[in-house]
């Protein structure tokens, strides 16, 4: 097993239920791991959350923290996988004076040439929206800080694994 | 553990009945058989103290000197019995007061229910008087906590709370009810709870486990058991012992396994660790195969973790999958009940004996005997040793009796030389080393065991930590006996100092009051020894006490605990001087 550091996606799949956003983030910190980002939302199975964890550690490590996450009453399982074997994107706003988009043709290439789509324009500002992997993103904000960005914020990673993680079958197994 | 959803049909065919929430947590106590509780009141949890007042038939309330002591005695109650303890509090400082015994709860397995009132919900979140929160507190030490702020979800927060702290790998839980919620009515009916989707308590045992780790045992030359508390909380001490003495193998503990087999056992060889015995430590080093029972490699176990058995093969007996490869590499891992797991690899483990392999704890035990054992318990020089007490204490108590230590020196003098015939008998704070936990620990074990001896054993530094608890003792009548070995300094630490901090005694130091004086005060008979002759005596005038008695000795000032692995060194380093 790499005893190297490397990017893992964290899947845990839970109960929705108040307080364990707080028992899983305490399990990081005791071991002094950054959490480079956190996402949690509903996932495919109705009541069941599903938190999108990103941390650089070892294979050692991760290992011991997933059990430490199991381990808590309300989760339902856990699991984790690096880049090769998900899918996941990330999505950023930018924010940009409305009149830079009249004034400098630039900006309009940026954006065709990036795939960003206009969320929406007023006369004040414009707002940009663009979804891929993390590099093209900063690409993307490099380009256009040479204009100015007013506002920019980035999401937390949201990934699917390439191989099936078979929770309702476990769901199924709870239930008898 | 069964985990199928069994209707309790006597619940669920009662008719409901309107009441209030602070009723129904009584209500719940008693349908989950709780007759004993440790609390302190306060005006968050008023109205259930009202209703204890109504049930007082049915359950007894102890009421402690602080919350930490209704923690502890839950804890001493939960760990004599097996079953679970509960203590109360009211909100706010009530609630945080009870954090240090939650504390140690979690890190010792041991199952106990905590309830906490709370401000009434209107109020949640806008720094009321007496508000907390204590679930965000409490969440990184407990098993389980939950919030409850509407009387109707009272009774399946408290089931499921009940279930979840005596499951599996047990352990303690928080329900933090609001004021609004126990005033409310509704129509109250209870089920036990006997399973959470989500939550695994035992995991499944593989069979090719088992198969793996009886052809690893039964290959072995020099096999070594390590047993910890798993053993006792899953009620595998007979198990246990038959596979041992179907293979011939010497067998220590950790200071949590201590009382599981009987000190005399010929396979028991002594505690594991930094104040343990030469030869489980030295011999660690040098066993072939090493199985891990219910113990979970605590570094004051394993001193220096790369230098830690790395010849062995390792087999890891665990409830708790987590505790799997998180310090020491096994070989093999049967996860699963203790007892399920020892019943089911017996039939496949060969008769042996071992006996040269034996021969080695004996010639070391021989040395450690030489060198320290017989000078801590029949010393000749001036000075009374801690030994010596813990050795009268067996002679009057044959040893039958329960020891609740508290932590220091004396804690590892009590824990290496106490005698023990049965089982759940040696009540300690392990992970955590909580001072303070004694006194009132014992208290929970005497309710818990009244037909048992049950004797404390502290410092006089962790003793003045919950001596207020000496109140609880006369009010309850509980007839505990109370050591105190006065070394007048925090002993442990001063060794410490001595060692490695070039006799820097920085604070450590005490000058302690009229001991004596003090449990007078609380109408406690009470005697000071502080000559050998008059040892012997005082303790059996203690042990046929019918009722509480305390005993102050006063011990040898710079006495101390030997053998010690120094922290960081390798268990096999351990040092006999
Ligand atoms: C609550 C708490 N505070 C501090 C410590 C650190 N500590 C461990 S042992 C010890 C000294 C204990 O002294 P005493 O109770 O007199 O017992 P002795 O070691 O002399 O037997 C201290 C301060 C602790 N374990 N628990």
């Known amino acids: 097993m790499s005893t190297e550091k490397q990017f893992f996606t964290i899947s845990v799949y839970t109960e929705n239920n108040i307080g364990l956003l707080n028992r899983i983030s305490a399990i990081f910190q005791r071991r002094h791991v950054n959490i480079e980002s956190l996402n949690t939302s509903p996932s495919e199975i109705e009541g069941v959350s599903k938190f999108t964890i990103v941390v650089s550690m070892t294979e050692v490590n991760i290992k011991k923290i997933i059990g430490q996450i199991e381990k808590q009453v309300e989760v339902i399982k856990a699991y984790y996988h690096n880049d090769d074997e998900t899918i996941y994107q990330i999505s950023g706003l930018f924010k940009i004076k409305s009149e830079l988009l009249f004034e400098e043709p630039q900006i309009q290439n940026i954006i065709k040439e990036s795939y960003a789509r206009i969320v929406t324009v007023n006369t004040n500002f414009f707002v940009l929206e663009k979804s891929g992997r993390k590099q093209e993103l900063v690409d993307l904000h490099e380009k256009l800080s040479v204009f100015g960005i007013m506002q920019y914020t980035r999401s937390g990673r949201i990934a699917v694994t390439k191989e099936e993680m078979k929770i309702s079958t476990l769901l199924e197994t709870y239930n008898n | 553990m069964e985990t199928q959803t069994i209707k309790n049909k006597e619940t669920s065919k009662k008719a409901t009945e309107r009441i209030s929430g602070s009723e129904a947590i009584v209500r719940c106590l008693i349908e989950e058989d ?94 009321a008087f007496q508000e907390t929160d204590i679930v965000g507190i409490s969440t990184p030490v407990t098993k389980w906590n939950c919030q409850v702020t509407k009387a109707a979800d009272i009774p399946a927060a408290l089931a499921k709370a009940f279930y979840i702290a005596r499951s599996g790998r ?35 045992t593989n069979v090719k486990s088992i198969e793996a780790a009886a052809k690893l045992i039964n290959e072995a030359k020099k096999p070594f058991v390590v047993w910890g508390q798993g053993v006792i909380l899953s009620e595998a001490e007979e198990a246990f012992k038959a596979v041992i003495e179907k293979a011939g193998i010497p067998s220590a503990w950790t200071i949590l396994g201590a009382s599981a087999i009987p000190t005399k056992h010929p396979l028991n060889v002594g505690m594991v660790g930094m104040h343990g015995n030469y030869a489980p430590n030295v011999l660690t080093n040098e066993c072939d195969v090493l199985i891990a029972i219910g113990m979970r490699f605590d570094d004051r176990v394993t001193g220096k973790l790369d230098e830690y058995a790395t010849q062995a093969k390792v087999i890891h007996f665990e409830i708790d999958p987590s505790e799997v490869d998180k310090n020491v590499k096994t070989d093999v891992a049967v996860l699963g009940d203790a007892k399920a797991s020892l019943e089911a690899i017996l039939p496949l483990i060969n008769e042996n004996s071992h006996t040269e392999w034996c021969q080695k704890f004996a010639d070391l035990y021989a040395i450690e005997y030489e060198k320290v054992i017989k000078n801590d318990i029949h010393p000749t020089k001036e000075g009374l040793t801690m030994g010596e007490v813990i050795n009268q204490i067996n002679i009057e108590s044959k040893g039958e009796a329960a020891i609740v230590s508290d932590v220091g020196q004396h804690q590892m003098i009590a824990c290496r030389y106490a005698e023990f015939n049965k089982t759940k008998s040696n009540i300690t704070s392990g992970g955590l080393g909580t001072m303070g936990f004694g006194l009132p620990a014992a208290i929970g074990a005497k309710m818990a065991a009244p037909d048992r001896e049950v004797v404390s054993i502290s410092g006089d530094g962790g003793y003045q930590m919950t001596i207020q608890e000496l109140g609880t003792i006369f009010q309850q009548k509980a007839a505990v006996k109370v050591v105190v070995l006065n070394n007048e300094f925090l002993g442990m630490v001063r060794q ?24 007078e ?14 040892l012997a005596a005082a303790v059996k005038e203690m042990m046929e006490s019918k009722e509480a008695y305390f005993l102050e000795v006063c011990v040898e000032k710079e006495g101390n605990v030997f053998p010690m692995v120094p922290s960081g060194a390798s268990v096999s380093d351990v040092r006999l001087e």
């Open chain 2, 34 to 127: 709780i007759k004993i509780i440790y609390g302190y009141p306060g005006g968050a949890i008023m109205p259930v103290y009202d209703e204890l007042y109504k049930y007082q038939d049915k359950i007894h309330h102890v009421l402690t000197r602080h919350e930490q002591g209704a923690t502890h005695s839950a804890q001493g109650f939960a760990r004599i019995s097996g079953k679970v303890g509960v203590a109360i509090a009211t909100s706010g400082p009530g609630a945080t007061n009870l954090i240090t015994g939650i504390a140690d709860a979690q890190i010792d397995s041991t199952p106990m229910v905590c309830i906490t009132g709370q401000v009434p919900s209107h109020l949640l979140g806008s720094d």
């Open chain 2, 170 to 204: 047990p352990g303690p839980v928080l329900v933090d009810i609001t004021k609004d919620a126990q005033f409310e009515e509704f129509d109250f009916s209870y089920e036990k709870c006997t399973k959470v989707r989500s939550y695994v308590p035992v995991p499944k």
């Open chain 2, 496 to 519: 410490w100092q001595q060692l490695f901090f070039d006799k820097r005694y920085a604070s450590t130091e005490m000058t302690n009051p009229n001991f004596v004086a003090i449990a």
């Open chain 2, 521 to 534: 005060g609380y109408y406690i008979k009470a005697k000071k020894v502080t000559k050998r002759e008059e």
